[in-house]
């Protein structure tokens, strides 16, 4: 990864043949690998359309994700065309480091269903078809 890049955690529909993943790929951005959040985050579906992902005090699960390298240059555009109420900020990995991710505001799950059960918003989207 150079300088002019970052990685950046994703947890629904930037993951790889998802609807908005090609919001990833027009911009360069490449993926580099699947992973994991560490015990401390909860997954919602808001409208069963794309995640939300929250961090808690509190042990729950380990949340599913996709690390992609994307060209800073591009960050801006790939946060603009996220759905509102989502934001970035550093997420902990299940192997204690920590990277920029997609979290979600935690005002945008009230009155949502909870999916962290499920471990990730691809495994939840599959058990609904």
């Known amino acids: 990864m150079s300088t002019e890049t970052t990685l950046l955690a994703v947890n629904g529909t930037l993951m790889r043949g998802l609807k908005l993943n090609h919001n990833l790929i027009n911009v360069g951005a490449e993926f580099v690998r699947e992973d994991m959040t560490d015990k401390h985050y909860r997954l919602w579906s808001i409208n069963d359309d794309h995640p939300a992902m929250i961090r808690t005090i509190e042990e729950s699960n ?22 509102a ?14 990277i920029l991710g997609v979290l979600g505001e935690p005002c945008l799950v009230e009155g949502q269903k909870e999916i962290t059960h499920t471990g990730g918003w691809r495994k939840y989207t599959e058990a609904l078809s």
């Open 85 to 98: 109420g989502l934001s970035i900020g550093k997420v902990k990995l299940a192997d204690g480091s920590e």
């Open 62 to 83: 380990f949340v599913d994700l996709e690390i992609w390298a994307l060209p800073m240059a591009a960050f801006a555009t790939v946060l603009s065309n996220e759905p």
